[in-house]
């Protein structure tokens, strides 16, 4: 599929990688509808990149305003790809350091925004897909969901986490095979250790430790690098039902 003019959407836009990606796809001549919680973050990064973006504050796990979200999308066009990368973690371990058991309450609320998010956002914006004319190849859109690779080897205190990627992860070839007759792909990227805004909170000297503990490139992930792999899923029809890590070749270490 070619980029230039098409309709995308991306969750958790308004910053890190999705920012990243909504760069990456205007500037191949999309239009990008951004969808993010941070309101400010959101107008801001609307009028950075110009004309060819929108802005919608939206839950992922909410119908009614994702619905809003492709509504808007589609009135620039056929909505013909969808980058989800709003998620979150939260440290919670199975038995607290008090001896008590971990916080259902958090777990419930981590693995709800990554895993009924992720399906929220995959089941509508590929139903929008499925109303619009095919390319001649027959494809009608791409979904590119964000995982992780604590979905593989997560660490101590990531239980939530790892078990909401791990969902993203168990759905995505699902997915593909679900929507192949509807001329629709699905993919996952699983990012390794990233510069994004969580890790822009930490000391350099934390930093650097944790980007020399990546084997090659021994530094953080750019989200540029992130966006490249989205637009790259974008463009090629035979990457479809996969989970791509982005990595390095790291692999997590228990802690």
Do not use: W
């Not at 997915?175 to 890790?199: H, Y």
């Amino acid at each position: 599929m070619k980029i230039a003019n098409i309709s995308a959407v991306i969750t958790g836009g308004a910053s890190g990688l999705g920012l990243a990606t909504a760069r990456h796809l205007i500037a191949e001549g999309a239009h990008v509808t951004i969808c993010d919680l941070n309101e400010d973050a959101g107008q801001s990064a609307v009028a950075a990149l110009g004309e060819k973006a929108a802005f919608v504050k939206a839950d992922v796990t909410d119908t009614a305003q994702m619905e809003a979200v492709f509504d808007e999308a589609e009135k620039h066009g056929p909505l013909r790809a969808v980058v989800h990368c709003a998620g979150r973690g939260a440290a919670v371990r199975v038995v607290d350091k008090n001896g008590e058991p971990g916080s259902l309450e958090a777990f419930e609320d981590v693995v709800r925004l990554n895993v009924i998010g992720s399906f929220n956002v995959l089941r509508l914006g590929a139903a929008r897909m499925a109303k619009h004319e095919p390319f001649e190849n027959g494809e009608r859109g791409v979904c590119i969901l964000t995982a992780s690779v604590a979905a593989y080897e997560g660490q101590i205190g990531q239980i939530p986490y790892a078990s909401g990627k791990a969902g993203i992860v168990g759905m995505t070839l699902v997915a593909a095979r679900d929507l192949a007759s509807r001329g629709i792909r699905v993919c996952t990227i699983a990012p390794g250790l990233f510069d994004t805004p969580l890790l822009a909170r930490l000391p350099e000297n934390i930093k650097a430790s944790l980007g020399a503990s990546v084997p090659f490139p021994a530094r953080l992930g750019y989200p540029e690098e992130y966006a490249q792999l989205a637009a790259s899923i974008v463009e090629n029809p035979m990457l479809n039902g996969e989970t791509i890590r982005l990595d390095g070749a790291i692999r997590m270490a228990p802690r």
